[in-house]
């Protein structure tokens, strides 16, 4: 039998539930605010007012017309730095205009000189379930000394409160400065951003620590900049999904540098690790200009390069799988150690990889001997046959390597991906990974029995294949 009444009943609980989440408008300077802000007359006259009010509670949205936001600074609760803004409830903060550049909050360096300081402004601080959605973020800086926690010298953009959750997204993330981690963004989830122009110790652009976490999805990390000896132009510890991280830098002019795209600690955890994403004309000064300590996984690593000692001009430690590594290089020159080696890989463990065109500066002018590849482990990958000089580790083992040309097609539309006369069809390993991801076009990564080797599957003309 059923109950009518009792349906009108919780269906008016569920509507009524609904009808809590409120929002609440900014206009600035706006003359005529009165809380609770709930339509553009009476809107607040700057974000922090709307956020604090009493009546903005978890679920609501804070809707922000276009303007530049500079100022008013606010110091979040149990800290020391000063933020433009401070978001520490489980609000959405979201720009009215779909355009980043309309909306902008701009922080403060603590002089003209020096980005770092006592006078510092951040552009937000974000607690975990916040999210902040299309603003452009940019000259924030961070304290140089007397914080209270380590939130205080992290995050010259955008700093996150906790485990990483706080969420960035659609935002513009540019020209922001920290004096350790996360010269953009620290400690926060960012997705279809843009972070760009950003400086740091470790991270330039996006960084996580421990189990302060950082995550990037869908974004584009570019011109990041870590200086001296310091670590990630583009990205530190931090997890790398869908993303382009190009022209970043680590060490350079200077000294030190250490994975100009990406650096990942050596850590091999969950929160470490980098797929379906394009890693592409970053520099490093020493250890690897692509990506130094980190897991690959159907990546695109392409014309990296370290500018003086190496090794690894694509990658240097750390593993990679189904990954296509090509045209990267080593300048420099062999002093010790295994200095200025491994145009394309060194000290790794490559699994289903094409690894392939990339030059060794030194030994590359006198007999094409570090290359491709410099120690490590590879097995099922499309390489090189010889690739050491004497005394310079072991000529190319393990299972499965194939030394054939990767017949990888030509025209524009198809760069890295394998024509139809390719070895690399159906001549890698299967791995559980595999069973849930897909390539670097949003395929299947096991298409037919055995995976192919490279980023991109294989498609047969007239195929009708699942993506994600």
């Known amino acids: 039998m059923k109950h ?55 679920s609501d949205t804070v809707m922000v017309s276009n303007g530049l ?90 700093c996150g409160s906790g485990a990483g959750q706080g ?77 382009i991280i190009s022209y970043n830098s680590a060490g350079i002019p200077s000294s030190g540098g250490n994975g100009g795209g990406v650096y990942g600690g050596g850590v091999a955890d969950a929160q470490n690790s980098c797929w379906n994403s394009v890693i592409m004309g970053n520099r490093s000064r020493e250890n690897s200009g692509g990506g130094y300590k980190m897991s690959f996984y159907n990546c695109l690593i392409v014309s990296n390069a370290t500018t003086i000692l190496g090794p690894g001009g694509g990658l240097n430690g750390g593993a990679a799988f189904n990954c296509t590594i090509m045209g990267n290089t080593v300048h420099g020159y062999y002093t010790t150690g295994d200095r200025g080696l491994g145009g ?24 094409n001997f570090t290359n491709n590849y410099y120690k490590g482990t590879l097995a099922y990958c499309c390489t090189t046959a010889t690739n050491y000089p004497a005394g310079y580790g072991q000529a190319l083992s393990g299972a499965g390597n194939i030394t054939n040309d990767p017949a990888l097609m030509t025209s524009a539309a198809g760069p890295y991906r394998l024509s139809p006369d390719s070895p690399c069809i159906n001549r890698g390993i299967n791995d559980s990974w595999m069973n849930t991801s897909v390539d670097m076009d949003g395929h299947r990564r096991i298409i037919e029995r055995t995976v192919d080797i490279g980023a991109f599957e294989f498609i047969h003309r007239g195929s009708i294949i699942i993506g994600r």
């Open 167 to 243: 969420l960035v997204s659609n935002c513009l993330i540019i020209g922001n400065n920290s004096l350790n981690y996360g010269g953009g963004i620290a400690y926060a989830v960012a997705r279809n951003c843009t972070i760009q122009g950003n400086s740091a110790k470790y991270g330039g652009g996006i960084a996580g620590r421990a189990t302060l976490y950082a995550q990037a999805y869908d974004c584009t990390i570019t011109r990041n900049v870590v200086s001296n000896t310091s670590y990630g132009g583009g990205a530190y510890y931090t997890t790398i999904s869908n993303c």
């Open 4 to 58: 009518p009444v009792l349906f009108v009943a919780l269906l008016g609980f569920v509507c009524a539930g609904a009808a809590l989440a409120d929002t609440h408008y900014v206009v600035k300077d706006n003359a005529g605010a009165e809380s609770p802000f709930t339509n553009w007359t009476t809107a607040a006259s700057n974000i922090q007012q709307a956020i604090d009010d009493a009546q903005c509670v978890a």
């Open 344 to 367: 394309g890989i060194a000290n790794l463990t490559a699994s289903n990889c094409i690894i392939l065109g990339n030059i060794d500066d030194f030994y590359g002018t006198s007999g």
């Open 69 to 158: 936001y500079d100022a008013g600074q606010t110091v979040a609760t149990g800290h020391a730095a000063s933020n433009r803004v401070v978001i520490l409830k489980a609000i959405t903060v979201r720009a009215f205009s779909t355009n980043w550049a309309d909306t902008v909050i701009i922080g403060r360096w603590d002089s003209l000189a020096t980005a770092n300081g006592p006078n510092a402004v951040r552009g937000v601080f974000i607690t975990n379930g916040a999210s902040l959605v299309g603003f452009t973020v940019t000259n924030g800086a961070c304290l140089l000394a007397g914080g209270t926690d380590v939130h205080d010298y992290n995050g010259g953009g955008v």
